[in-house]
Structures are given as C-alpha cells and as structure tokens.
C-alpha cells in the first residue's frame, strides 16, 4: 500500500487517472518512479479543509499536494531555476529538475520531493528561505516513499519521532519480532 489510508481516512481525494499521471509526466519530461505512480493513482492529493498530513524533518507539516498542484510547483520552480538571475540560488538550495514535489508548505516554503531518478525521498527548501537560513537546502528524508510512509505511520502511533531532526536509523518496529 502506497499510503497509510487508514491513518489519513476521510482526508484524501480519490486517486489521479493514469492518463492525467502519464500526461504529467509527458509535461515534466519524467518517468515517475512506480511507486510516485502508485501514490497518485492512490490519492490526488488531500482534501482542501483537511489538516496537513505530510511531515517532514523539524516536524513541518505540508499539504499532501494533488498531481495537478504537483506538476504546477514543479513546472514553476522549474523556470524559477532556469532564470540567469536565480539560477546559482536555486543550484545551491540542491534543486534538481527530477524531484517532484507531493507536499508544500508555503509558509515555510518547504517541500516533499521524490527524486525521478532513484525514488529517494527529500526535503527541499526553496531558495528564498534557504538564504536565510543555515544548513543544506536539500536533506535525504527516505530512501523511498514506502520507507517514508512506514516513518510517518510510525511518527504519527506515537513509535518513534523520526522527522524531530532528521531520519532515524531504522529498527525493529515496537511489537513486531
């Protein structure tokens, strides 16, 4: 299962068609990692009056963003980083054009990324935050989206705190053998 349904319910949207995920992907010039296809294909994205659902290292909440908001971000944050002038920012922060964004916050402008190109999930910090800020714009989170859900399903039953400073190394999860 590409989500924790039973720990977001009623908050989710009902999932993307695959021809609006492959149409995404033709206008990002991506191939989404099976999983990244899964999830949307899952949920679009959360419900607009829905609590944030996504956490992220330093426990920032984000909005789980729909395929529509995701492939938007990405296309704006891409001209953002092809710009002459914002171009060194955006390179600096670790702004690749194979992350995709499924969660934002923009009052922290903070996001969840999936990397395209090895499925690793990431933390991003746009530029504009990150120049006022120390520490890396770009920080590993997961090495895939099903190893950040179980974190979250954890984080969220009260098992661990892995998003407090960053990834915990991963044990054997309480009650299991």
Do not use: M
């Not at 992907?25 to 994205?45: I, V």
């Not at 290292?57 to 984000?62: D, I, Y």
């Not at 702004?95 to 964004?101: A, I, L, S």
């Not at 990397?115 to 895939?144: I, N």
Request: aromatic residues 10%.
């Amino acid at each position: 299962e590409a989500a924790p349904r039973a720990l977001w319910g009623q908050h989710l949207n009902q999932g993307a068609d695959p021809a609006a995920i492959d149409d995404a992907e033709e206008r990002l010039g991506l191939k989404f990692p099976a999983p990244l296809r899964e999830l949307f294909q899952y949920a679009d994205g959360q419900q607009k009056e829905a609590p944030d659902l996504l956490v992220v290292p330093k426990n920032r909440l984000l909005r789980f963003l729909s395929l529509r908001e995701s492939r938007d971000l990405a296309r704006y944050w891409r001209d953002q980083a092809e710009s002459p002038i914002q171009s060194k920012w955006w390179a600096a922060a670790g702004w690749r054009q194979t992350q995709v964004p499924i969660g934002f916050s923009s009052r922290f402008s903070v996001a969840l990324c999936v990397s395209c190109r090895v499925g690793r999930v990431l933390r991003f910090t746009t530029p504009e935050v990150q120049a006022s800020h120390s520490g890396p714009g770009t920080t590993h989170v997961a090495d895939s989206l099903q190893a950040y859900f179980q974190d979250l399903d954890d984080h969220f039953a009260g098992a661990r705190q892995p998003f407090v400073v960053g990834p915990a190394v991963r044990g054997p999860r309480p009650g299991s053998s």
